[in-house]
């Protein structure tokens, strides 16, 4: 791999554009190595985990802190000189292009060229978030309160847990994480999300409800220790779960008319490929929306070798 900011992008089509240096990104920027595809990966170096300490649930990589898995893949893909990298840098725009590339793209960053073309384009950007609007929140994101179950829970297990959220999904959220705790306090923030009939249900398995607004989150260095209500009452937990609200930012799309599901996800097939020929998406940024490190990188993986095989105009399996 090379660092383009030290050399730099020519004026020639890439094979493929990567739009993200997440899992999703990186990992197709490894299989497109070894597929002799010249590669330009552009990454705005904003993980959405950046949040946190340590990535759970990675085969052979269970607790890596998030920049080290990066540092990691970035690493390996100095084995491939024909995949560059321009970090700290934005894809703007992207545009249809005039033969022979298909795609040109225009880029924010310092040392970036404005513009590079591509035949085909991979979007790996990921999410943006908006955590529930209480007030300290983000001391503790990341550091005792999560938002995915799946990574983090088993380090939260069988403590007093708190479930802060304004979305209707908020019982079957609670009904997941009560199988890693019996002591699990939802909180709505006083947002109108629960009916009678589900906050029943959550009672019967143990689950409590309480709906004022969260007037403040109490805790020493990230550890969160009592949710404090408007009511003056302070509730004791240990850590817990949030429920933040889940964005895309494909502006830089626009041009190309791409669909995208309800919630503003790319929609692929199950081979990554967009209702625009030669563009691709991956991970978090394609419906259905936020997984895992490894379910991105495994996507990225899949889409690359599809990318190839239609570069070569080739239907088959690996
Ligand atoms: C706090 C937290 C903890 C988590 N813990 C775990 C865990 O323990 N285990 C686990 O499996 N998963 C975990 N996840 C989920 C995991 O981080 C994501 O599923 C995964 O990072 C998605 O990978 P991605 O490649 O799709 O996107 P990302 O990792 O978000 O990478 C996207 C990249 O694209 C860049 N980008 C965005 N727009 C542009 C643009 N226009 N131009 C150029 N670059 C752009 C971003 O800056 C970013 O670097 C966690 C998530 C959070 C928020």
Redesign the pocket.
């Known amino acids: 791999m090379v660092d383009s900011a030290h050399d730099p992008v020519e004026d020639v089509p890439f094979d493929a554009v990567i ?8 990992s197709a920027a490894l299989n497109l190595g070894r597929a002799r595809a010249r590669v330009l990966v ?8 950046a ?2 300490l ?5 085969l052979t990589r269970d607790g890596v802190p ?1 920049a080290e898995l990066r540092r990691l893949a970035r690493a390996e893909l100095e084995a491939y000189p024909q995949v560059r990298m321009l970090s700290r ?4 725009e992207v545009e249809a292009a005039d033969a022979p590339a298909r795609f040109e793209l225009r880029l924010d960053g310092r040392r970036a060229p404005a513009l590079v073309r591509a035949h085909a384009v991979l979007v ?4 943006r ?1 908006t955590l529930p609007d209480v007030p300290g929140i983000r001391a503790f ?2 550091m005792s309160l ?3 179950a ?3 829970a088993w380090e939260l297990q069988d403590r007093p847990l708190a479930l802060i959220g304004e979305t209707p999904d908020l019982p079957a959220r609670a009904r997941l994480i009560a199988r890693w705790t019996h002591d699990l306090t939802v909180f709505t923030n006083g947002a109108d999300v629960l009916d009678a009939v589900e906050e029943a249900e959550l009672a019967a398995s143990g689950i409590r409800v309480r709906r004022h607004p969260i007037a403040d989150l109490e805790g020493d260095r990230g550890r969160l220790t009592a949710v404090r209500l408007a009511d003056g009452t302070a509730v004791r937990v240990d850590g817990g779960f949030v429920r ?1 609200r889940w964005h895309t ?1 494909l502006e ?1 799309l626009h041009g190309l008319g791409i669909d995208v599901d309800t919630d503003g996800h790319l929609l692929v097939d199950r081979s990554g490929r967009t209702s625009v020929a030669g563009v691709y998406g ?4 394609a419906a259905p929306g ?8 495994g996507q ?1 993986a899949r889409a690359a070798v599809v990318l190839v095989h239609d570069l070569v105009g080739v239907t088959t399996a690996h």
């Open positions: 739009i993200g240096g997440g899992p999703a990104g990186l552009v990454d705005a170096d904003r993980p959405r985990n949040a946190t340590n990535s759970h649930g990675f998030p840098t934005r894809v703007v790996a950007t990921g999410l978030e994101y990341g999560f938002s995915c799946a990574c983090d933040p930012a830089f991956a991970g978090d940024a936020p997984q895992q490190l490894i379910v991105a990188a990225g």
